[in-house]
């Protein structure tokens, strides 16, 4: 039975001040804004982006092991302001698209300390993994979707990769863009039929 | 041909306010101080204990990245003087014994973030890998022993496994030690055999 996904969060993983992964993201935004409505469980899906960076998050500072929790609403039971608003923000998203670099062959440390702040405001819903690096981020999607399942999060089996090379990065850095290369590289790759294998398996969770 | 391996940090990996990792950190470190005097390629070695939770880095926050820093004096290239310090503390140490928790099926956010913010500092050195979690953290050592290898580190392939269950984390914060209990399970699972073994391959890098 297909799920009734109301709200997908697309997360913005990286929490550098130089980074490409809110432009990435984007592009996963726009190719999942054009495909959500006929996603079997997804048709009534409203998409939005979380940046990390903008939760505030410093490495985790919460003296109780947050699966301890009570599982119908730990929000409150957070001793940190910053931990309360994570906790909100995942609780109110009923699925997940990760969008991640990897580093040194697995996820950054910004995403793991997200991910291990919370436990219950997870565990059940649906996910997808889609991550770049120089080869396609395949190492770093490997460790997430592990870490996922730990969190018993009901992550899909298709991996969207992207190739980002270093001039890449440092093109879209300059002109505030993701270059037509790229995309087209991407689009050639079957990026958007990938990333669509994940929509249905999320939908179908 | 055995190393000369003179510095040897044994790192405690989680930055928590409630945590039993340094007083494990303190029981590897007694096990080796016994044991290295007769490993070949370590008979030099001082053991000395670097606690991650004492060079107070924030989440990676460097504008550059570490790989592309001149290999044979990164140090006064960083940004920040909290990257300088852990550079220097990384970089006068010739081999590395990891103590990690497992937390969700990886490592914690704070090795991984204190990874990241290196590269030449951590390349070519021999390390171990010492995991603990209520079935041994087998799966955090397995994400350290890849993520290590992406640094071009010389992981040791033995793994030290330590079983601890909630109820040895309880007593051994309100005792201020390891219960005999948890000594004693170690002992009997040939623990100190294991980190030997471990050792062996870090004196033979």
């Known amino acids: 039975m297909p799920a009734n996904i109301r709200n997908i969060g697309i997360v913005t993983c990286s929490t550098r001040s130089t980074r ?9 935004h726009a190719l999942l804004a054009a495909m ?6 997804l048709q009534d899906a409203t998409l939005s982006i979380i940046d990390l960076e903008a939760q505030g998050l410093p490495l985790f ?3 109780a092991v947050p699966a301890g929790l009570p599982a119908a609403d730990p929000t409150p039971h957070y001793q940190q302001a910053h931990t309360r608003r994570w906790s909100a923000v995942v609780g109110a998203h009923d699925a997940f698209v990760f969008v991640t670099p990897q580093y040194n062959w697995s996820v950054p440390a910004s995403l793991k300390n997200a991910l291990d702040y919370l436990y219950h405001e997870w565990a059940g819903k649906p996910a997808a993994v889609v991550a770049y690096g120089s080869r396609g981020g395949g190492r770093a999607a490997a460790h997430l979707q592990q870490i996922l399942t730990g969190l018993k999060i009901q992550v899909a089996a298709t991996v969207v990769p992207l190739v980002v090379i ?7 850095l300059a002109q505030g863009a993701l270059s037509q290369d790229v995309l087209q590289r991407w689009a050639s790759a ?14 179908a969770q």
Do not use: F
Request: net charge negative; glycine share 8%.
């Open 20 to 28: 490409v992964n809110p432009y990435i993201t984007q592009h996963i």
């Open 36 to 41: 959500v409505h006929d996603v079997p469980g």
């Open 61 to 63: 500072d919460e003296p």
């Open 166 to 172: 270093m001039g890449d990065v440092d093109e879209c």
């Open 190 to 203: 079957d990026v958007p039929e990938t990333l669509r294998s994940a929509a249905e398996e999320m939908g």
